[in-house]
Antibody, heavy 119, light 109 residues
Framework: QLQLQESGPGLVKPSETLSLTCTVS??????????WAWIRQPPGKGLEWIGN???????YYNPSLKSRVTMSVDTSKNQFSLKLSSVTAADTAVYYC???????????WGQGALVTVSS | QTVVTQEPSLTVSPGGTVTLTCASS?????????PNWFQQKPGQAPRALIY???NKHSWTPARFSGSLLGGKAALTLSGVRPEDEADYYC?????????FGTGTKVTVL
């Protein structure tokens, strides 16, 4: 049973880069064929899939965010990360990290981290 | 830009049955979209209910079922209970990327 925990600044200034890290515990991070994903939800709005990264390094991003998103994995620390550049108030959201083994047949979610974009 | 559309809101009586649907702007939804369904209550993270159209997770109550219906993915709640009042989201797979549906607010009244 994997446990995931998001961490990072809760407040980011407009035009800066949002950076979040997800720490994975309770399993072998690099040996299993998991996809590591980020999903967000602006206050009072619906869920938005940001993108994912396969353990091999292959990434898929939401086309609407692709130009601003970078995901990476640090297997030595059992962590994966999200960077979202040039943020605006529209990027204010609860950000969830998720581990899933393909088509979400098995999935593990972090508790979510609220990131507010404001000066 | 792909849009996945759900009913904005539905109301159902306790003990009743309600069906939520999930439509893709690209055309008919098939099993190849691997539809997922999630339930979300206020202040909580989403909870997975259904994966790959109709498969239930170990914690999914029997009254929830997934299917394909008229070119859409569908989630049926049978014998609805007050605690089923929540927002429900579908998730579709598009060859590497995923798109969430717009969400349906289910009210039990």
């Amino acid at each position: 049973q994997l446990q995931l925990q998001e961490s990072g600044p809760g407040l980011v200034k407009p035009s800066e880069t949002l950076s979040l890290t997800c720490t994975v515990s309770g399993g072998s991070f690099s040996s299993r064929s998991y996809y590591w994903a980020w999903i967000r939800q602006p206050p009072g709005k619906g869920l938005e899939w940001i993108g994912n990264m396969y353990y091999s390094g292959t990434t898929y991003y939401n086309p609407s965010l692709k130009s601003r998103v970078t995901m990476s994995v640090d297997t030595s620390k059992n962590q994966f990360s999200l960077k979202l550049s040039s943020v605006t108030a529209a990027d204010t959201a609860v950000y969830y990290c998720v581990g899933e083994n393909g088509f979400f047949s098995e999935q593990f979610w972090g508790q979510g981290a609220l990131v507010t974009v404001s000066s | 830009q792909t849009v996945v559309t759900q009913e904005p809101s539905l109301t159902v009586s306790p003990g009743g049955t309600v069906t939520l649907t999930c439509a893709s702007s690209t055309g008919a939804v098939t099993s190849g979209y691997y539809p997922n369904w999630f339930q979300q209550k206020p202040g909580q993270a989403p909870r997975a209910l259904i994966y790959s159209t109709s498969n239930k997770h170990s914690w999914t109550p029997a009254r929830f079922s997934g299917s394909l219906l008229g070119g859409k993915a569908a989630l049926t709640l049978s014998g609805v209970r007050p605690e089923d009042e929540a927002d429900y989201y579908c998730l579709l797979y598009y060859g590497g990327a995923y798109v969430f549906g717009t969400g349906t607010k289910v009210t039990v009244l």
